[in-house]
């Protein structure tokens, strides 16, 4: 049973870096794709970036790619999600997901973090 607890959001000023980490108490995190999406107020869930079970291919929002890095350490049952130069646009509550086939689309993932909030201040 996959069971995610994210931690690491918090206050941060535009140019500063955050790391998120998402941990899975059930061990089996290495059989998942996991995908990290993030949500606004007024605005829809989006995709962040995404990484495959064996942690060999990540996959990029346009609007992230460059200063995001997802990772994952599968002996540790952990995904990662490093945030550099942050911008006030960044604001959201930010959400892990897995799932075997987990890919952009949100609908795909079955499992989720409770989610945290990441605030950029200008």
């Known amino acids: 049973q996959v069971s995610l607890v994210e931690s690491g959001g918090g206050l941060v000023q535009a140019g500063g870096s955050l790391r998120l980490s998402c941990a899975d108490s059930?061990?089996?995190?290495?059989?998942?794709?996991m995908g990290w999406f993030r949500r606004a107020p007024g605005k829809e869930r989006e995709f962040v970036g995404g990484?495959?079970?064996?942690?060999?291919?990540?996959t990029y929002a346009d609007s992230v790619k460059g200063r995001f890095t997802i990772s994952k350490d599968n002996t540790e049952n952990t995904a990662y999600l490093q945030m550099n130069n942050l911008r006030p646009e960044d604001t959201a509550a930010y959400y892990c997901?897995?799932?075997?086939?987990?890919?952009?689309?949100?609908?795909?993932?079955?499992?989720w973090g409770q989610g945290t909030q990441v605030t950029v201040s200008s």
């Open positions: 997901a897995a799932d075997p086939t987990g890919g952009t689309n949100y609908l795909m993932y079955d499992y």
């Open positions: 059930g061990h089996t995190l290495s059989k998942y794709n």
């Open positions: 990484i495959t079970w064996r942690g060999t291919t990540t």
